[in-house]
């Protein structure tokens, strides 16, 4: 399972959305070996120029939750993946501009439908 969220001040049309939002996915997914179908990819609406600062303008971060113990080596396909999904769509912006944060957490920490995934997988 992974969940993804980028945040971006890009002005990207609905075109540009789909893709980011497809690649993105994908390159995770390919990367941790997971199917399309338990990832969960959402792209937050571009943020207004009054609600960022100037180093943000061209600037684009994911932030991508995932179980715990992922190697190194999937990590490293994983921010090449998602980088190389985003500028394909957005074009190269510059050193600096994709940022890839991921957040590693275990069964105790995520919650599905009410319950934790820890006991959802007693039952």
Do not use: W
Not at 31 to 56: Q, T, Y
Not at 72 to 97: F, P
């Amino acid at each position: 399972m992974a969940t993804i969220i980028g945040v971006t001040a890009l002005p990207l049309t609905k075109e540009q959305q789909q893709q980011l939002c497809a690649g993105v996915a994908k390159g995770v997914c390919d990367a941790f070996h997971l199917d399309i179908n338990v990832s969960s990819m959402m792209l937050l609406p571009s943020l207004p120029p009054e609600c960022h600062g100037p180093s943000v303008t061209d600037q684009i971060t994911y932030f991508i939750y995932t179980a715990p113990n992922k190697p190194d080596e999937q990590k490293r396909e994983l921010v090449k993946n998602v980088h190389d999904a985003t500028v394909a769509v957005t074009g190269d912006r510059g050193k600096g501009k994709v940022i890839v944060i991921i957040k590693e957490h275990a069964d105790n920490n995520v919650g599905v439908d009410g319950v934790l995934r820890l006991d959802a997988k007693k039952s």
